[in-house]
């Protein structure tokens, strides 16, 4: 990759209507009594392995949606309507400063280029229920360093195969002969590489995990609630073991496919404050500072949106394995994310959330502490230290996003690794990267990379050390149609 000048230098130190939950189609869309369930109670039917699954139609799943197939000629005519989408167009500010674009987008390749023109479109209006790459995964700790990927791979499901796109393997997209609804896929979680693929299976109410490279069914769970959200989450956060984070209108749940009774448990309980909203983000942050089975993050945090308000993106703080009382962050925040504090070790820690909220016409980056009130409640500090963000020249840079599944909320992605913040305003194409220093942020860089940033998340460059950003971007000439960008940051000039 070229070096390029700016954008994220090495780190310094060591280590749309959405008036209700998005859920896919089944179930009762009515709320369980919390009453009912308990931290690991059997909120799930039963399920147990099997040698065979039946794929379910993909339109099944997307029918929940108002969607098409991710294949086909139906995907290719029904996913864009070409006399409904205007051309996008580029507001610029009329400045005497001219916008300066970023080189990424040049030297990305086309996903069209890499797979079929229908799975591109697929991997741009991306997963329901889920983002694009997983979400961010900055504020837990991170015991296995360049073995963690860090980046989650996107899966189209379709009626007979699943193709998982990774941004960093030849090929990208891998074909697999498992039909699904639906799909999420792990990290590689030992030596020998081994991958699970946890599909949802729309016809039967199922959810059934493959280990990829044999094949081979690990475990099946029979739905009987609706799903709301899902992510695969770090070992970090549940017991150091495969862990996949379910979150229906009871609560959240994590499931651990390889334990031996592997049985979804609950680690927070959805009261009326989060009814009845969209979650549109959720990640985990902090850490009880114990080992292996019983290493567990200490936060949840959900970006919700509440239709009741107009649609504004609220963030919670929930405490996990805690007493479920959710804080409320902010009511009218453009994104959020949870970061390491400074100087973490292996003792227990609470993470900081970063926020970014508008005010008047500016945005602005806040930090503030998670704290424990008590053994199981959490509080949040007043603001630590905050940052306004210069925008100059491309303040009144508009990219017309693409179709997206989940919608364009949040309109600001935030994403950190270490002590090192990266956020990117997405209808701007505006990335800009700061140090959280004992003295505060401080801006790294900042640059416009002239395309609408469809998702985005950090991770260790396993090639050339450091930390790196990828990006996935719309094309704004073809909404159908996007590039991946990677930078590593100990490349930059």
């Known amino acids: 990759k070229p070096a390029r000048k700016g954008l994220l ?26 009453a009912d369930t308990g931290f690991g109670s059997d909120a799930f039917g039963g399920f147990g392995a099997t040698s065979e699954t039946e794929a379910a139609p993909a339109g099944a799943f997307g029918a929940a949606f108002g969607e098409t197939p991710a294949f086909g000629a139906e995907a290719a005519a029904g996913g864009f309507d070409p006399n409904a989408m205007a051309s996008p167009e580029m507001m610029t500010a009329e400045d005497d400063e001219e916008p300066e674009i970023s080189p990424l987008w040049d030297s990305a390749i086309p996903l069209s280029e890499q797979v079929r023109s229908s799975a591109a479109a697929a991997l741009i209006r991306g997963p329901p229920a889920t983002r694009h790459f997983g979400g961010n995964r900055g504020g837990l700790p991170d015991y296995r360093e360049l073995e963690r990927l860090g980046v989650g791979a996107i899966s189209i499901c379709g009626s007979e195969k699943t193709i998982v796109w990774r941004d960093d393997q030849v090929p990208p997209g891998l074909t697999y002969p498992i039909g699904a609804s ?21 016809k039967d109410k199922r959810m059934v995990v493959f280990e990829l490279s044999t094949r081979t069914v690990v475990v099946e769970l029979q739905m009987t609630t609706k799903l709301n959200y899902w992510r695969f989450l770090p070992p970090e956060a549940g017991e150091d073991t495969l862990c996949f984070m379910l979150v229906t209108p009871v609560g959240g749940f994590h499931w651990m496919p390889l334990d031996e009774s592997p049985r979804p448990r609950q680690v927070w309980k959805r009261g009326p404050e989060l009814q009845g ?7 985990e942050g902090g850490t009880n500072g114990l080992d292996g089975p019983d290493m567990l993050s200490k936060v949840g945090m959900l ?75 959490i509080g949040l500090t007043e603001i630590m230290t905050d940052a306004l963000i210069e925008q100059g020249p491309y303040a009144n840079m508009d990219f017309e996003p693409p179709t997206l599944a989940m919608g364009t909320w949040p309109e600001v992605l935030c994403c950190s690794l270490g002590s090192t913040i990266v956020i990117i305003v997405r209808r701007k194409g505006l990335v800009v990267a ?23 998340v950090m991770r260790y460059s396993a090639v050339e050390g450091g930390a790196e950003i990828v990006l996935l971007m719309s094309d704004s000439d073809n909404p159908r149609d996007g590039r991946v960008g990677t930078f590593c940051f100990r490349t930059a000039a």
Request: charged share 20%; net charge negative; proline share 5%.
């Open 182 to 202: 639906g799909a999420i896929v792990s990290d590689q979680m030992d030596e020998d590489g081994s991958e699970f693929l946890c599909c949802f299976l729309a």
């Open 9 to 34: 230098a090495p780190p310094k130190g060591s280590k749309d209507e959405e008036p209700s939950d998005t859920a896919f189609g089944f179930g009762s869309g009515e709320a369980m009594p919390a």
């Open 277 to 283: 909203k969209k979650i549109v983000c959720y990640e």
């Open 434 to 456: 700061y140090e959280l220093a004992e003295t505060g942020l401080e801006l790294i860089a900042q640059e416009n990379v002239g395309h609408y940033v469809v998702d985005a």
């Open 303 to 377: 970006l919700v949106t509440n239709a009741a308000t107009g649609g504004l993106l609220e963030a919670w703080l929930v405490p996990i394995c805690g007493d479920s009382q959710a804080i409320c962050a902010s009511d009218d925040v453009m994104g959020a994310c949870l970061c390491l504090p400074p100087d973490v070790g292996y003792e227990a820690w609470m993470p900081l959330l970063l926020f970014v909220v508008e005010s008047e016409g500016d945005l602005v980056v806040c930090v503030s502490g998670v704290t424990e009130t008590s053994e199981t409640s």
